[in-house]
């Protein structure tokens, strides 16, 4: 279970909810699409050619699980270093066609970003309601959890930390019995309260689903519960985020035959 893992899991959650939600790969690796099953062979791309302004909306595939998904694309490390330069010089690449997908009523967005700070993460982060910090249960995380509860996960300075202020973390492949993997969630939930939004235990049924191509999505003991719960507890602070932001509330799905993308 990975940070992309959860973002595939909590878009399709979403959806089967009722909601409209887009899911927007902004990682390299171009892994989201097959979580949500698309097959490998899918050219379709969005952030690949960001340089070029690709029209978001022709650029959305629907996939089986009900989310609408914009892939990073194909590529290799030549094309993530030119995406990444092109978004240090022109935010605004990003920016601006993330701020048209937050003016669709109802709409939710869930964005799997590069690990760690990036230029990608940096266009974004002012347009997020929720910032979610995927850490592992082990001992490097023990030096992480403060920077997040000093909201300063993100860097120095004021703007940092109004954006880290919106952090929230989840303790992944928690183990219980293992005295480390105990310590890390005690500390978790004493140094960050409320914003400690919950656990996913390890669970080898995450690692065989994927293996089969299939999702988690009716709460199967384990993983697949903690999944539910941590989706339910996103959607409670959607509900409460500030205007403006990512998520409108939970207006109606946009009628039929808006032009969303192809399908």
């Known amino acids: 279970m990975g940070k992309t893992t959860l973002a595939a899991h909590v878009a399709a959650l979403l959806a089967r909810a009722g909601l409209p939600v887009v899911a927007l790969d902004l990682d390299p690796q171009n892994a ?13 791309a969005f952030t690949a050619h960001i340089a070029q302004r690709p029209n978001w909306r022709e650029c959305l595939v629907q996939t089986e699980s009900g989310v609408r998904v914009l892939p990073f694309g194909p590529g290799d490390a030549v ?23 937050l003016a669709v009523p109802g709409l939710v967005v869930i964005v799997d970003s590069p690990p760690g700070p990036n230029p990608a993460l940096a266009a ?20 992480v959890i403060p920077q997040i509860a000093s909201n300063r996960i993100l860097g120095r300075g004021t703007l940092a930390a109004r954006v880290g202020e919106r952090a929230v973390m989840v303790l992944n ?16 939930q004493n140094a960050l309260g409320p914003r400690f939004l919950g656990v996913v235990c390890r669970d080898l049924g995450v690692a065989e689903a994927l293996a089969d191509r299939r999702m988690l999505l009716e709460g ?37 035959g808006t032009p969303w993308g192809r399908a």
């Open 32 to 44: 989201l699409r097959l979580h949500l099953g698309l097959p490998l062979w899918e050219p379709a």
């Open 79 to 101: 094309r993530a270093m030119g995406v990444a330069q092109a978004l240090t010089t022109s935010p605004e690449l990003l920016a601006e066609p993330l701020r048209e997908m």
């Open 124 to 143: 974004i982060s002012a347009l997020t309601d929720i910032l979610v910090m995927v850490l592992l249960a082990d001992a490097g995380s023990a030096a």
């Open 173 to 188: 492949q928690v183990e219980n019995g293992n005295p480390l993997s105990e310590a890390v969630l005690d500390m978790a």
């Open 220 to 256: 199967e003991p384990g993983a697949g519960e903690d999944l539910l719960v941590l989706t339910e507890a996103l959607a409670k602070r959607l509900r409460t985020a500030a205007p403006g932001h990512g998520a409108p509330g939970y207006g109606a799905a946009p009628p039929n």
